[in-house]
């Protein structure tokens, strides 16, 4: 299965920094779920829950008060 790249990362610190099959964002006008190869855009974020699903099956979840997404080129970086 193909992997995308993600980058979390806080003002002061990041987040997380490696690859997910998919990631999960609590968008303005709704859950969105980014896979791999994911067309590009940049959406404002909502309080919420990032969800992470990595390769290994394992699921990271992390709060979050509001953020911005970028997708482009395989590559997804949050800030929050």
Same mark, same amino acid.
Request: charged residues 20%; hydrophobic residues 45%; negative net charge.
């Given at each position: /299965?193909?992997? $995308? =790249?993600?980058?979390?990362?806080?003002? !002061? /610190? @990041?987040?997380?920094?490696?690859?997910?099959?998919?990631?999960?964002? *609590?968008?303005?006008?709704?859950? /969105?779920?980014?896979?791999? !190869?994911?067309? @590009?855009?940049?959406? *404002?974020?909502?309080?919420?829950?990032?969800?992470?699903?990595?390769? =290994?099956?394992?699921?990271?979840?992390?709060?979050? !008060?509001?953020?911005?997404?970028? /997708?482009?080129?395989?590559?997804?970086?949050? $800030?929050?």
């Amino acid at each position: /299965m193909k992997l $995308l =790249n993600l980058t979390i990362a806080r003002v !002061d /610190m @990041p987040v997380f920094d490696g690859e997910a099959i998919s990631v999960t964002v *609590p968008g303005t006008a709704g859950d /969105m779920t980014l896979l791999a !190869d994911h067309t @590009p855009i940049i959406s *404002p974020l909502k309080a919420g829950t990032i969800l992470i699903k990595k390769e =290994n099956g394992e699921q990271e979840s992390i709060s979050i !008060d509001s953020g911005v997404l970028e /997708m482009n080129d395989n590559h997804a970086t949050i $800030l929050i």
